[in-house]
């Protein structure tokens, strides 16, 4: 009890302001929209692990103030997103056995501020899974912040505030994960700026575990040329409530287009690894292209 105590003080007196440059994260980060972005897509507490944290990334260059709060929501089947619930899809509650600080922070510009989680587990482990909640990253006005003096311009920039928003789901993992997926036949398409796009169906096993996944698109042209990433997509997520989700990928750096060569897709799940150190490899399907 005492050494628990001690890990909780220390969590807390270890909470930190990080200042950073926001566009040197632009390449890992899931922005929401042009003021937020968080690294990483995801916190993953799992094994013996207590503690996780996250970077929350003012892009913009003024002053802004955010509020977290938990949420619990269901991925969405047949459509992109998710729906929101009033309660959580497990029996174990995340939100009732897990606390982040702070709560509301004020981030300069173009600095980020870092958000801690620790785990609190007072009734003993719970079975094998995963256990998901969402925490809401939500931008509100702050009456510390000098706004200008003029009231419909402030009403105006208050309300924008208020509007943005970022959810990233956090979960607790206990036991070695089960689930396992598989990539479908590839279709080609054009986006509406007419770049090259892939869309990719990846299916999931029934499993008390979800995919917090990486989704990598790369290209070897004909001839084996070098293989190069293409595309990819950060958040390529599929939890235990779905069995299947598409994935529409934009291309681009393709030497020789798309007329030949191999496409290769690999779903890995990073969580604390690396694209030259994955924590697995989930699925890995090549494609001929012109054959």
Do not use: C
Request: net charge positive; no cysteine; aromatic share 6%.
């Amino acid at each position: 009890m005492r050494k628990r105590k001690m890990a909780m003080r220390k969590f807390f007196l270890g909470l930190s302001f990080v200042s950073a440059l926001a566009g040197a994260a632009i390449g890992v980060s899931a922005p929401a929209n042009a003021s937020i972005s968080v690294i990483p897509y995801s916190v993953v507490i799992q094994g013996r692990e207590r503690f996780g944290e996250l970077n929350l990334i003012n892009q913009t260059r003024e002053t802004k103030a955010y509020e977290m709060e938990w949420v619990h929501m269901r991925q969405n089947q047949d459509q992109p997103g998710y729906s929101n619930l009033d309660q959580s899809l497990t029996p174990f509650d995340i939100t009732q056995n897990m606390v982040f600080s702070p709560r509301r922070v004020t981030v300069g510009p173009r600095e980020a501020q870092k958000i801690r989680f620790a785990l609190r587990l007072g009734d003993g482990q719970p079975e094998n899974g995963d256990y998901r909640a969402h925490l809401r990253i939500r931008q509100v006005s702050d009456p510390s912040l000098s706004v200008q003096s003029d009231g419909e311009e402030q009403r105006l920039r208050l309300g924008i505030g208020a509007t943005v928003s970022y959810t990233l789901p956090v979960i607790y993992r206990v036991g070695d994960t089960t689930a396992t997926a598989s990539i479908g036949d590839i279709s080609v398409g054009t986006t509406e700026s007419g770049r090259p796009r892939l869309t990719i169906p990846v299916s999931r096993n029934d499993s008390p575990y979800g995919i917090v996944g990486h989704l990598s698109v790369y290209h070897r042209p004909a001839g084996g040329g070098r293989e190069t990433l293409v595309g990819e997509v950060g958040n390529a997520f599929l939890f235990p409530e779905i069995s299947a989700r598409t994935f529409r990928v934009p291309l681009h750096n393709i030497e020789g287009g798309l007329q030949s060569g191999t496409i290769r897709v690999v779903l890995e799940e990073r969580l604390k690894g690396t694209r030259r150190n994955p924590e697995r490899v989930v699925a890995d399907r090549s494609f001929p292209i012109g054959h």
